[in-house]
């Protein structure tokens, strides 16, 4: 069915890298923009990067600007996440979520992952 | 940055009866050149990722189900749930996208 699942997450010691993917399935991954979201445990949610249908534009949230980058493969129908210099404050259930419109970004989500979690600690 | 702010943060409602979150953004989020209003609701249930209710303000997502319903304009936003169902546990958030995506805190809602 219809679905996206994240993986890479884990255990990992401040100021290293982690790299996360999410691979879509039964939809037509190359046709729409994807987001990243996190969500600290037991907190709210908040918007982490979006990357275009074409992956020709990104766009960050000021908080992992600099240190992280969005990129996906569409031969693979995968999505990523590279987290650099990692922090404390940087850990939370990370989501993959597919943009709801059709080649534009409109910047709400239709679909999302089950999430994979990023423990940042020594 | 548009901030955006939930009320209540919790509240309990009894099955078969209305519950009503509200939602309040910083700045309008209603794009004057297409008359639409910029903000979406999500349920997200225990242990699940966020689930899309409700975009653009009042429209609802495919299969939710019609007890769910949005409305309100410009700044001030209201979800209803007008008869509370077991399964509707959860926390909701709003969220606008008129600029840089933004979360309300969430309003969890449970059964009196």
């Known amino acids: 069915q219809v679905q996206l699942v994240e993986s890479g997450g884990g255990v990992v010691q401040p100021g290293r890298s982690l790299r996360l993917s999410c691979a879509a399935s039964e939809f037509t991954f190359s046709n729409y923009g994807m987001h990243w979201v996190r969500q600290a445990p037991g907190k709210g949610l908040e918007w982490v990067a979006v990357i275009s249908f074409d992956g020709r534009s990104e766009y960050y949230a000021d908080s992992v600007k600099g240190r992280f980058t969005i990129s996906r493969d569409n031969s693979k129908n995968t999505l990523y996440l590279q987290m650099n210099s990692l922090s404390a404050e940087d850990t939370a259930v990370y989501y993959c979520?597919?943009?709801?419109?059709?080649?534009?970004?409109?910047?709400?989500?239709?679909?999302w992952g089950r999430g994979t979690l990023v423990t940042v600690s020594s | 940055d548009i901030v955006m702010t939930q009320s209540p943060d919790s509240l309990a409602v009894s099955l078969g009866e209305r519950a009503t979150i509200n939602c309040k953004s910083s700045q309008s989020v209603l794009y004057s050149s297409n008359n639409k209003n910029y903000l979406a609701w999500y349920q997200q249930k225990p242990g699940q990722p966020p689930k899309l209710l409700i975009y653009?303000?009042?429209t609802r997502a495919s299969g939710v189900p019609d007890r769910f319903s949005g409305s309100g304009s410009g700044t001030d936003f209201t979800l209803i749930i007008s008869s509370l169902q077991a399964e509707d546990v959860a926390v909701y958030y709003c969220?606008?996208?008129?600029?840089?995506?933004?979360f309300g805190q969430g309003t969890k809602v449970e059964i009196k």
């Open positions: 653009w303000a009042s």
């Open positions: 969220q606008q996208y008129y600029s840089t995506p933004a």
């Open positions: 979520a597919k943009d709801a419109s059709l080649i534009d970004v409109s910047w709400y989500f239709d679909l």
